[in-house]
């Protein structure tokens, strides 16, 4: 579930925030929408828990927390690539998204 998860990842992330494909035209682009998706996961591994939004969000907050790293060596000037410091808002766009799959969950929708 935790790799299902981390495949829906880029589903709630924009192009612009580490290359995911929200507001996407999936069609264009012959990717499967996340019904599809999970219809093609169920049917391969059919004996699996079905995939809830805490998976989702499961998904998004391990990434939250690698990129306050990634900000943390940034400011320390010790960052292995030199745009590093570029990245650093990720961590809390991360930390939302997997707030907003999580709430929306808690209130039904």
């Given at each position: 579930?935790?790799?299902?998860?981390?495949?829906?990842?880029?589903r709630?992330?924009?192009?612009?925030?580490?290359?995911?494909?929200?507001?996407?035209?999936?069609?264009?682009?012959?990717?499967?929408?996340?019904?599809?998706f999970?219809?093609?996961?169920?049917?391969?591994?059919?004996?699996?828990?079905?995939?809830?939004?805490?998976?989702?969000?499961?998904?998004?907050?391990?990434?939250?927390?690698?990129?306050?790293?990634?900000?943390?060596?940034?400011?320390?000037?010790?960052?292995?690539?030199?745009?590093?410091?570029?990245?650093?808002?990720?961590?809390?766009?991360?930390?939302?998204?997997?707030?907003?799959?999580?709430?929306?969950?808690?209130?039904?929708?």
């Amino acid at each position: 579930m935790a790799i299902l998860g981390f495949c829906w990842m880029t589903r709630h992330m924009g192009p612009q925030e580490y290359g995911g494909i929200l507001r996407v035209d999936l069609e264009a682009k012959r990717l499967p929408g996340e019904d599809d998706f999970v219809d093609r996961d169920r049917a391969a591994f059919p004996d699996a828990p079905p995939p809830m939004p805490f998976h989702k969000a499961f998904a998004l907050y391990p990434f939250a927390v690698f990129f306050v790293g990634i900000a943390s060596r940034a400011l320390a000037g010790n960052a292995a690539d030199s745009n590093a410091a570029a990245l650093a808002p990720l961590e809390e766009r991360f930390a939302i998204r997997a707030l907003e799959i999580a709430e929306k969950r808690r209130h039904g929708i």
